[in-house]
């Protein structure tokens, strides 16, 4: 997005939508979390409508006037599950098997929505926000058809599955056993495309310079949850099992911390490691408001 000269507060999504900082989707998805039901939204943007409407308001308004069911529906099930995803655990272990009980509960809800909140539960809105992904990947040079790729935090396998005709081989990973099994069965035409369970402690599992990328979209921040202790094994394992020239990309690296300490726990990583740091805090998606992060594996 294009955020304008004077920004709104991070607590107005409606105005950062408006102001072009963030897009509809991304809005919605921050007032459902706020706990603003579907009605609650409606008399929200009412109040907030000039004349003549503003094109932006206008595209926020025919969203929820798209998906208002499902607003209401979404609302109901943030409400009812009542997460902090910002909340540290106080023991990796509970706190992974928490986590994994929270998606078992969402993909069950609404598959699209258990992975982005921000698709309203719509494929259509998925797809072009996982379509993006792909795209600046490409941009970045990270995906070639002989590449091996880990999928960390797969969810339902939106990315495998877009991933499966661009690379020789695709492992998706994640807690959620009701996640994987969306994912299996999302991905079955592509023999090439497996699954399997972790437990998200670390990635001692993978075979050492086995992988050509190692991709973590919106996952980290749940590793992040689990302390510093996981985080460390998990870079640590992505740096091992990575070949020369590849490369970790992090999409969205912890919620509420802030872009500048994430930056500089990038740093960090890429100093502890030895890793090239070629992509840091950059919001390169415009559906999307994820934060990237790329680091690169030079010997």
Not at 34 to 56: K, Q, Y
Not at 86 to 109: K, R, Y
Not at 191 to 215: C, I, K, M, N
């Amino acid at each position: 997005m294009h955020p304008t000269a004077s920004m709104p507060s991070e607590n107005d999504p409606i105005g950062l939508c408006m102001a072009g900082a963030i897009s509809p989707e991304v809005a919605l998805s921050r007032l459902l979390l706020g706990h603003v039901t579907g009605d609650g939204i409606a008399a929200m943007l009412e109040h907030r409508r000039s004349e003549p409407p503003s094109p932006r308001w206008q595209a926020l308004a025919a969203l929820v006037e798209a998906r208002r069911p499902e607003l209401e529906q979404l609302s109901a099930e943030v409400v009812r599950t009542g997460s902090n995803h910002a909340l540290p655990a106080t023991d990796p272990l509970a706190g992974a098997a928490e986590i994994a009980g929270f998606f078992d509960h969402a993909v069950a809800n609404s598959p699209e929505a258990s992975v982005a909140l921000y698709s309203l539960g719509d494929p259509v809105i998925l797809a072009t926000a996982t379509a993006e992904i792909l795209e600046w990947l490409d941009t970045r040079n990270l995906l070639r058809e002989d590449a091996d790729v880990l999928d960390l935090g797969c969810g339902i396998g939106r990315l495998a599955a877009a991933l499966a005709p661009r690379a020789r081989s695709v492992l998706g990973l994640d807690v959620s056993k009701g996640m994987l099994a969306e994912a299996r069965a999302r991905c079955a035409p592509w023999p090439h495309v497996r699954f399997a369970h972790t437990a998200g402690q670390d990635l001692d599992a993978l075979e050492p310079r086995s992988l050509d990328l190692v991709l973590a979209v919106d996952s980290f921040p749940y590793i992040v949850r689990l302390g510093p202790t996981v985080v460390a094994r998990h870079v640590a394992g992505a740096v091992r099992a990575l070949r020369p020239g590849g490369a970790l990309v992090v999409l969205n690296l912890s919620y509420g911390k802030g872009v500048a300490a994430d930056v500089t726990e990038a740093r960090g990583w890429a100093l502890t490691h030895g890793l090239s740091l070629e992509v840091a805090g950059e919001r390169p998606f415009t559906l999307w408001d994820g934060v990237a992060y790329v680091l690169c594996r030079r010997v």
